[in-house]
T-cell receptor, first 112, second 118 residues
């Protein structure tokens, strides 16, 4: 079972920031938080990941709370092409490759 | 560069038939994963290869499913005696690193093969 909880759906106005929350209250010290998204009829796409510190890349920012029990993915200026299902995943590091355990994710609809 | 490719993109078969689904990972990626995604659900793990060997096949639902990666690159997922419940999108992912690192490597997914069993 997925170790994360996400709202099933969210709407965001085009051009505004989309803030997608994720709860992972049972996360362990060696588990990373990963975000993927899946646009309709495509395979999942990696967005960003982090362990403790906030992270930013060209796609998004990841804010992880100090207790690491929750995180927020931020798309700073959402566009219509950001409409997708967003998955928050926790995954163990230091143990070799491990499969991703997906939940149902959050369906983000960006509205013009 | 080229991403993960999967063929065919769509496969329609009849109940009881045998099917093969192919995955071409990103060149140089040592790890390869198969997932299955049913409608409205997130992908579910099936099997993971490190090189030529299956490092974890705990997600295969039963012995009708098996996968090979004989040369450590291309992989084939094989399903015998297909059932209607096997209908799903089958996703393949690959990653560069082979473990042994504190920062788990990123998996890159292909577009999937949509399997329909009539």
């Amino acid at each position: 079972d997925a170790k994360t909880t996400q709202p099933p759906s969210m709407d965001c106005a085009e051009g505004r920031a989309a803030n997608l929350p994720c709860n992972h209250s049972t996360i362990s010290g060696n588990e990373y938080v990963y975000w993927y998204r899946q646009i309709h009829s495509q395979g999942p796409q990696y967005i960003i990941h982090g362990l403790k510190n906030n992270e930013t890349n060209e796609m998004a920012s990841l804010i992880i709370t100090e207790d690491r029990k929750s995180s927020t993915l931020i798309l700073p200026h959402a566009t219509l092409r950001d409409t997708a299902v967003y998955y928050c995943i926790v995954r163990v590091g230091n143990s070799g490759n491990t499969p991703l355990v997906f939940g149902k994710g959050t369906r983000l609809s960006v509205i013009a | 560069g080229a991403g993960v490719s999967q063929t065919p993109s769509n496969k329609v078969t009849e109940k009881g038939k045998y099917v093969e689904l192919r995955c071409d990972p990103i060149s140089g990626h040592t790890a390869l994963y198969w997932y299955r995604q049913s409608l409205g659900q997130g992908p579910e793990f099936l099997i993971y290869f490190q090189g030529t060997g299956a490092a974890d096949d705990s997600g295969l639902p039963n012995d009708r499913f098996f996968a090979v990666r004989p040369e450590g690159s291309v992989s084939t997922l094989k399903i015998q005696r297909t059932e209607r419940g096997d209908s799903a999108v089958y996703l393949c992912a690959s990653s560069l690193l082979g473990g042994g690192t504190s920062d788990p490597d990123t998996q890159y997914f292909g577009p999937g093969t949509r399997l329909t069993v009539l």
